[in-house]
């Protein structure tokens, strides 16, 4: 693109105050080249990314209640705070940082058995599940979820995995339900998140999750403690079950074809947001893809 451009300049910087362009992109290569041939990996380097990473988290949590202690928000209209946040300002940026930082917490947590290192990830944990119900973006419970999905997996490889499977949930959902209690407390100074932030934090039906996965969590714990699990036995629903999720993603797609072809109407369907493809779908990406499909039709 760069070679074949005709604005040089801007291809070789990227766009003022963006800077994306091919001398980034190099830097990004030969960072990626540097560190796979010469990185030597300790376990210890998790914590580089977890301690700065947790003040992060912890300083866009404190943002979202109005709690301002850099005086980043200083000349930010009140409007617009929802966009910005923490140290790395935009939003969906922030929520693509949280995204690589927290499944990297949550597999340590769930591999590491001693007592005190599990704490200290533990209190990690904590941490960034606030933050992902606090963020505003949509696509770090997407990312959740798909961690999620992939330590359930893992977890039917012993009884203590699949123990600590459930440990994870119930932290994440009681980080959540932490955050709703808190909302509703400092009502006056939170920031008021959208649809799927709010639900997770403040609706009934979060707090029913958290006493099952307790339910769950103990109920195995005990079981365990008798060396009774056998969680291994159990793979085969595992299997069938997973192998459910690509007829999922199969009804998904149909059924966001038929609502947006106006197919299905009069349902609840045709309130949720995502499954309606129009301009403003996905902050507004939908115009994005649609334009560009149609640009390339007409050439």
Known sequence: SYGLSDYRNAAFWGYDGWFMGVMTQTIFVLLYFFVSRWFLWHWSYWWFIA???????????LHRFNVDPLGMYEGVDESVKILFLSTLGQATWYSSYLC????????????????KWSTLWGVFLCIAFASV???NSDSAFMALGGSFLVLFWLSFESDEYFVRFWELAVLCLASFKVIGVLQKIFAGRAIQLEGLSTFCSQSTATWILLAVAVVIYAGRYSINRKGKLHIEKFRMARNVL???????IIALVVCIYLVTAGRISGTFLNNIGYLNFDEHWGNNRGFTWKFTMRMFGDY
Not at 51 to 61: D, H, M, N, R, Y
Not at 100 to 115: S, T, V
Not at 242 to 247: C, D, M, S
């Open 51 to 61: 301690l700065p990473s947790a003040i992060v988290f912890l300083l866009g949590i």
């Open 100 to 115: 690589i930082a927290l499944p990297i917490g949550m597999a340590c947590y769930w591999y590491k058995r001693e007592l």
């Open 133 to 135: 119900v606090t963020q």
């Open 242 to 248: 997973y192998a459910l999720i690509p007829v999922f």
